[in-house]
């Protein structure tokens, strides 16, 4: 079987600690992720097929059904989706800027996403051990996005909606740099209780 | 286990709770909530330690981070060992170790004791005048044994077990300093709606008023700690307020970004397997109130070290924190006010005060307050010397006479165990001063004060010079309105509580009592923790150092763990004194991060360990380790260096896998080389500007190697750049130059040519990608790939084409590093182990087998094929190795024009040759000089090195590349690789051993 986990080969005894609300960390491989580049007129046109606003300051994310753009910089947007969608979401775009000032590249499985979810201030406790950004709710609610780094490793976070005094984060890691990352999350976490999610489904291609 | 110096009831300890700990192997008992240096003192232990140069004996000396003499090993457990701990700073807990650092056999019977007598021999800088030769001796001789005297301590010997975590973070204010400045700060910026973050290094906040008596002011009619209760009550319930005690503010940087390092684990009476022992803050505030309090002085006089001898403050907050006594029998010595209220406070506990001598004519109201007490003031008089072995059996006082020096006739000796000191009190302004703010001395206060702005800090309380709680309060409530303002924050007007607090008189700073200290100033310690005396100081000036920073160096005076903090203030009078200079000419020493010792747990955080730093696998990582691939460092990846099958050597196991694809196939895991993805209108010109070789006229489908320069013309990365579209390239880099490569590009694309349309993407970890070599490579694709025309014209060298393996969608490409036929495939990552089994499947009876870097290396090395870091070193350029052929004459491209300067075309420049040793079994070490003689004379210039070497099996010969003066490269020509211990006589040749036709990569 191919690697598709950064999860795979973590040993839960060593990275687990007991909780009653315990900080829960999860993979979600294979998400439909490209990234757009491109001059103001690009990213206009690539908004106008896709039917989606663009986010477009620091920190700012949109969303339309399953489809999100997240702000990464001032001519970089990550483009997210359900797996599967990137052949059709690239013709359309490859379409939008035939002729304009752009780029748009397939990053679906250059990078790997690690989710942690469980109580607001225990999440954002976490993420606060490796990431220098500010994330307070103030300064980053629900829908915030940014490229940062994580300890050693670049990320990008995103912020999704949850229920109150809830957190669900997702970073966005290149593969190879995922299970360092995972073993940070998981010190760090350690103290608001710590599990690795029990995946139901099997991630066999 | 009798605590004699323990008061039956009182302290803020939790008598409940009694705690046993063993000190230099004794059982000892005291409660939760004691420091160890209180539960020392309980038992009547005096003696601590002994000093680090003379061997003096040495007790407690203070009651906070300041402490000079109670530095022990305290061990918490296997491994769990903090070699040098001050005993004040650290909270008992069960099963706690202590021990003293120094003195042989131990710290009572110390045979290097004699090393007091001897010191008129030790001056300062006697090691520097001593130890010099012979050469080499300071460190196999001197330094070792001078630093087991010294009684550092040992470094712990096993491996630490706790973990370490570092915390980002945010927020509106940051207050230094939990006493009541930093809490009323605290407060009114929570009230106004910021978020705060208060930090303490002590177990518990409120400062002086909790470190007091009965003596401690009223608030509002009621007793101190009641406001400090209620205050702090109010900051927890606050959601946007983080207290954090036991947390040491290390660094405050000119940006405002602070370092704190917080205790976590080591108190607690019961371990919490789940939290950290400690964790670093880093706290990027919007503002900052540094409320860090003040350091008591002690005083300078003749014998002022021995253990008993302990600030005044320090005596009243031990028995205000543990109900601990400094001694049964006192005598007080003071310059300031402060020490009456440790005297009332003593004396209320049943303590016998023999005498306080003031040494100054007019004490302030406290000292009317001791005489209506019954306590016997003697003004104008002071400490002239003590008494006493191992601890101090009595103190001797004078009348100071009018011109300041003590009269002898008037000395008496006064019988006590107890010595307590205070010279008033200095701000602790090191952080402000870390941070960049000036400082001033302050006359009245004898000490340097926060003097002008410093961008969004701001001192209150006693740090700023605030001798009273309600100048403290009324400072905090201004700096942090003023930081607050600034910050949009609107803060109510708030008056302050109403405080009943006795005005004190002005100190005497205790260098002024120069005529106590001149009589033996060898013997008049200024700086405990480093043995300087006043004396020392002195001779610094004689010697000529005039700079207070030189000063500092030569004598060590202030340079210990503790930083200075009593000693920076004596130490700075006495120079004054000496060199007739007014204390506002000087300035203190420059304060330096960390503030106070830091675990190198903290620092690294997690980053130890297999997380030191991220290990990157490849997509084939666990399918190279289940062929039994030896992985390799390079840069942060994982990678092969050979397959060895049981019982074979690794030499062996690289002969076999060079020879598989010398004559079947081989399957190298190549997905760490550098992908990148260029696009644009622009995307052909950029990289124009940027390669070597011609990119505008590459046909779709094709690719091209080529070399990327410096602006120098030396080479900084070799590669391919793929033409995947009109607009779309793809290039491969080298593994170890991918992030240089592609900052490089950005660099250009960003900074110089922001007018080129051209977007570039790192793409290494969007795809594997895996190497077929061999002649037999095509014959394995025939029957592995479909989709693709695979026959030697129809994909030619240097093609691109995609199609599928085993189903899987493919990218091809044929290309070669090893001289054979040979194709490289980039499937997605998530197959590529499919892939690789699939291959290896449809190879059965071709001979396909792994192979890793070392045969990669001995197969282009029989090429010549430059290996950039290896041919390369940042100098080379590529005349140097006869790649003129890379260099297009069409177009321009960085490094171009550089090339064309006479010095890179002169006959000395280096030029590649191949090597060939004359015994074929003998093999020239990579970096050997290469010189003319087989023993070269001294002073001999190489005229070239060796750059890469290796045992060809295919040759049956060792062969090598190196670099030659180009006026010496002739080939034919006899060389010697001289190297540590051996001298290989080589031939030169052309610098590519095989097929040097190209015929079989091309086949």
């Excluded at chain 1, 009653?20 to 993979?27: A, F, I, M, Q």
């Excluded at chain 2, 002011?217 to 983080?242: C, F, H, K, N, Y």
């Excluded at chain 2, 203030?569 to 120079?575: F, S, T």
């Excluded at chain 2, 840069?635 to 004559?663: D, H, I, Q, Y």
Aim: proline letters at 7%; aromatic letters at 6%; a neutral charge.
């Amino acid at each position: 079987m191919a690697e598709l986990s950064a999860l795979d080969g973590l040993d839960p005894a060593t990275l687990e600690a007991a909780g009653e609300d315990p900080v829960l960390l999860g993979e979600r491989p294979f998400r439909t992720r490209l990234l757009l580049r491109g001059r103001p007129e690009a990213l206009s046109a690539a908004g106008t097929s896709l039917e989606l606003a663009l986010p477009d300051r620091v920190g700012s994310s949109t969303t339309r059904g399953t489809l999100a753009a997240l702000w990464l910089g001032p001519d970089r947007i990550a483009l997210l989706d359900e797996p599967g969608r990137e052949r059709a979401l690239l013709a359309r775009l490859e379409a939008a800027l035939a002729n304009l000032p752009g780029a748009i590249v397939d990053l679906g499985e250059a990078m790997t996403i690690l989710r942690l979810e469980g109580p607001d201030r225990a999440v954002r406790a976490t993420l606060a051990e490796g990431c220098p950004l500010d994330l307070h709710p103030r300064s980053a609610p629900a829908g915030s996005a940014f490229a940062s780094h994580y300890g050693k490793v670049a990320i990008w976070l995103h912020l999704l909606a949850a229920a109150p005094d809830r957190c669900s984060a997702e970073l966005h890691v290149e593969r190879s740099f995922a299970r360092h990352l995972a073993r940070h999350l998981a010190l760090a976490g350690r103290e608001h209780g710590f599990r690795l999610e029990r995946r139901a489904r099997s991630l066999s291609a | 286990m009798r605590q004699p110096f323990r008061l039956p009831s009182g302290g803020r300890i939790d008598r409940g709770r009694r705690v046993v700990f063993s000190f230099d192997g004794r059982s000892l008992a005291g409660f939760a909530g004691d420091s160890l240096a209180a539960a020392i003192m309980a038992h009547g232990v005096r003696l601590v330690g002994r000093s680090f140069k003379y061997h003096r004996p040495r007790g407690i000396f203070s009651a906070g981070p300041e402490e000079p003499n109670a530095l022990l090993r305290v061990e918490l457990g296997p491994g769990r060992i903090e070699p040098q701990a001050r005993a004040t700073m650290v909270e008992l807990v069960p099963g706690l170790g202590a021990a003293t650092l120094s003195g042989w056999p131990s710290v009572r019977r110390d045979l290097f004791a004699s090393f007091d007598r001897a010191a008129a021999f030790l001056p300062a800088g006697f090691y520097y005048k001593t130890f010099f030769r012979p050469r080499g001796a300071w460190e196999r001789v001197f330094e070792p044994a001078i630093r087991r005297l010294a009684g550092l301590g040992r470094a712990p010997e096993r491996p630490d077990p706790d973990r370490y975590l570092h915390r980002h973070a945010h927020c509106d204010l940051l207050v230094v300093g939990g006493g009541p400045a930093g809490l009323a700060a605290a407060r009114a910026a929570a009230r106004a709606g910021a978020r705060v973050i208060l930090c303490d290094e002590r177990p518990f906040l409120g400062g002086g008023l909790a470190m007091a008596g009965t003596c401690a002011p009223r608030i509002d009619d009621s007793p101190a700690e009641s406001w400090v209760v209620a205050t702090i009550a109010e900051l927890e319930r606050a959601p946007e307020v983080t207290l954090l005690a036991r947390t040491t503010a290390i660094a405050l940087h000119p940006s405002r970004h602070a370092l704190l390092v917080e205790r976590v684990a080591d108190h607690r009476l019961e371990p919490d397997p789940r939290l950290p022992r400690e964790r670093l803050w880093k706290v990027r505030p919007r503002a900052v109130l540094l409320a860090t309090g003040r350091i008591e002085r002690p005083l300078l006089f003749p014998d002022n070290d021995r253990p008993g001898v302990m600030l005044a403050g320090a005596a009243r907050a031990h028995l205000a924190r543990s109900a601990v006594l400094a001694g049964r029998d006192l005598v007080i010595a003071t310059a300031d006010d402060s020490a009456y209220a440790a005297a009332l406070e003593l004396a209320a506990a049943g303590v016998r005060i023999r005498a306080i001598a003031d040494a100054r004519l007019e004490p302030g109201a406290l000292a009317s307050a001791a005489e209506a007490a019954g306590l016997r003031v003697l003004p104008g008089w002071t400490v002239v010397g003590t008494e006493g072995r191992l601890g101090i059996r009595a103190a001797t006082l004078a009348r100071l006479g009018a011109n300041g020096a003590p009269i002898e006739a008037s000395a008496r000796t006064l019988a006590c165990d107890a010595l307590l000191v205070s010279g008033g009190w200095t701000p602790a302004v090191q952080l402000w001063a870390q941070a960049g703010g000036r400082l001033a001395f302050d006359d009245a206060r004898a000490a340097f004060l926060p003097d002008g702005p410093c961008d969004g800090v701001r001192v209150a309380g006693a740090a700023a010079g605030a001798t009273t709680l309600g100048e403290a309060l009324a400072t905090a409530r201004g700096a942090v309105a003023e930081l607050l303002a600034r910050l949009g924050f609107a803060i109510g007007p708030e008056t302050g509580p109403a405080i009943d607090e006795p005005r004190p008189a002005a100190s005497r700073p205790p260098w002024t009592l120069e005529g106590v200290w001149r009589r033996r100033p060898e013997r008049s310690f200024v700086d405990l923790q480093n043995d300087v005396t006043a004396f020392d100081l002195g001779l610094a000036l004689q010697e000529g150092f005039r700079a207070v920073e030189h000063v500092k160096r030569y004598t060590t005076w202030g340079m210990a763990t503790d930083q200075g903090r009593t000693s920076g203030p004596l130490g700075l009078g006495v120079i004054a004194a000496l060199g007739g200079r007014p204390l506002a000419t000087l300035a203190p020493t420059t304060f330096r991060p960390p503030t106070s010792p830091v675990s190198f747990g903290a620092l690294a955080g997690v980053h130890r360990g297999d997380l030191f730093r991220p290990i990157r696998t490849t997509p084939l990582h666990d399918w190279c380790a289940r062929q039994g691939a030896l992985f390799e460092d390079v840069g942060l990846w994982k990678r092969p260096t050979a397959f060895p099958r049981r019982g074979e050597s690794l030499e062996a196991a690289v002969e076999r896998e060079c020879r598989t694809v010398r004559e079947a196939v081989g399957l190298l895991d190549a997905s760490t080389l550098a992908k990148i993805d260029v696009q644009g209108k622009d995307a052909a010109a950029f990289l124009d500007r940027i390669w070597t070789i011609d990119v505008a006229d590459l046909p779709i489908g094709r690719a091209r190697y080529g070399l990327v320069l410096e602006e120098d013309g030396t080479i900084l990365d070799d590669g391919i750049v793929c033409r995947l579209g009109e607009r779309r390239f793809l290039l491969f880099g080298t593994t170890n130059g991918a992030a240089r490569l592609y900052a490089w590009l950005e660099r250009w694309a960003q900074t110089e040519w922001p007018e080129l349309e051209v977007w570039i993407t790192p793409v290494t970890e969007q795809w594997a990608t895996l190497a077929l070599q061999g002649p037999k490579s095509r014959l394995l694709l025939l029957r592995a790939a479909t989709g693709v025309d695979l026959g030697p014209r129809e994909f030619p060298h240097m093609a691109l084409r995609e199609g599928t393996i085993a189903g899987i969608p493919a990218r091809l490409r044929r290309a070669s590093f090893s001289g054979e036929l040979g194709f490289e495939i980039d499937v997605p990552p998530s197959r590529a182990q499919e892939v690789a089994e699939a291959l290896a499947f449809f190879a059965r009876d071709l001979g396909l087998a792994p192979y890793g870097l070392e045969a990669m290396h001995v197969l282009r090395l029989e090429k010549g094929y430059i290996l950039v870091g290896h041919e390369t070193d940042g100098t080379v350029t590529p005349l140097d190795l006869g790649l003129d052929r890379l260099l297009s004459k069409k177009k321009d491209f960085l490094g171009r024009r550089s090339l064309a300067l006479p010095e890179h075309r002169c006959p000395e420049r280096p030029r590649l040759v191949g090597l060939l040793p004359e015994d074929p079994h003998r093999l020239p070490e990579p970096g050997a000089q290469l010189v003319a003689e087989p023993v070269p004379q001294a002073g001999t210039k190489a005229l070239g090195h060796v750059t890469s070497s290796a045992r060809s099996a295919t040759l049956a010969r060792t062969i090598a590349l190196g670099l030659v003066r180009g006026d010496h490269a002739t080939p034919g020509t006899t060389l010697f690789a001289t190297s540590a211990g051996a001298t290989v006589e080589v031939a030169l040749a052309a610098p590519c051993f095989y097929d040097p036709e190209g015929a079989r990569l091309r086949g």
